[in-house]
């Protein structure tokens, strides 16, 4: 099996995404963020370890790139805590910054500013998740994750550095984190030019996670997912008219600070104003 493989394998119907590739250097999170669907098919997700014995098959397949986005990562987080000691998505980098691609970060971790020189001189861009502004909550939803504080600190220290940046509000939790108002005008002001946004999907280990850490709020939340919810290509989404108000709100709250703003997965390709994954900010790839 292929370490650099075609995104979205199951070619879901909702995804928006222009055509990419993509890598994860590790398998497995350690994060701990409540929401996180990955943990629901990644065998062991908590145990987060390198793939560190595919060196030699990320340089053979590198060098069979044409110019193509490669995502780094989608079932993982390139930059878990272990990263800044062991530097293996630095290397990763390394080699696909010597072949002919153009490279996607998609983390939660500020540690993705120790590689600025790496990527300012490689076509790409960061895609950054801050899904609250507010520390303390987001202790409680990614306990493991830097603070929203230092990544919005990361975000203002990549953009200085001329590395494109998009920033998912990801994913927006009703009566959690719905109103992201003073988020997005802080990344508005320090240059941020799109938002990706999404609405939770509940999977059964994540839904436990989030039933135990915030009883009253699934409580409230049990019956627009599961009574008046819907049931699409295996996701379990809120009602269409409860999604289409929430991300209508985020893109109305980018638009009118000047950013461009797409949906992840909710089936409502409509509100997209740029690619929905933030890609179109990656420059051409060397020639």
């Known amino acids: 099996m292929p370490l650099i ?3 979205d394998p199951w070619q879901n119907g909702m995804c928006a995404c222009p055509r990419k590739l993509t890598f994860n250097p590790y398998s497995g999170c350690d994060h701990g963020c409540l929401y996180c669907y990955a943990s629901s098919y990644v065998q062991n997700f908590a145990d987060c370890r390198p793939k560190k014995d595919h060196v030699a098959a990320l340089r053979r397949e590198a060098t069979k790139l044409k110019g193509e986005i490669v995502s780094i990562s989608n079932s993982s987080d390139p930059y878990p805590r272990m990263e800044a000691n062991i530097g293996w998505t630095r290397l990763c980098l390394e080699i696909l910054a010597e072949s002919n691609c153009r490279i996607q970060i998609i983390t939660k971790s500020d540690i993705v500013t120790r590689d600025d020189d790496i990527l300012s001189r490689t076509p790409c861009a960061v895609a950054l998740t801050i899904t609250t502004d507010d520390d303390k909550l987001a202790k409680t939803l990614e306990p493991n994750a830097p ?7 990361a975000v203002q220290d990549l953009l200085a550095k001329g590395i494109p940046v998009s920033v998912r509000i990801d994913p927006i939790v009703p ?3 719905d109103d992201p108002q003073t988020l997005i005008a802080t990344l508005a002001a320090i240059g941020v030019k799109h938002i990706t946004s999404s609405t939770y999907k509940p999977k059964p280990d994540n839904w436990r996670r989030l039933s135990e850490a915030m009883p009253k709020i699934a409580e409230k939340l049990k019956p627009l997912y599961f009574q008046q919810g819907e049931r699409v290509g295996g996701n379990t989404l809120l009602p269409k008219d409860l999604r289409l108000r929430l991300l209508s709100n985020v893109r109305e709250l980018a638009i009118a600070r000047g950013m461009q703003f797409g949906v992840c997965r909710e089936g409502l390709p409509k509100l997209n104003t740029a690619a929905c994954d933030g890609s179109w900010l990656i ?3 060397k020639r």
């Open 5 to 7: 493989s075609s995104f």
């Open 147 to 153: 603070s929203p504080t230092q990544r919005i600190r």
């Open 175 to 177: 009566l959690v984190n």
């Open 283 to 285: 420059p051409p790839a």
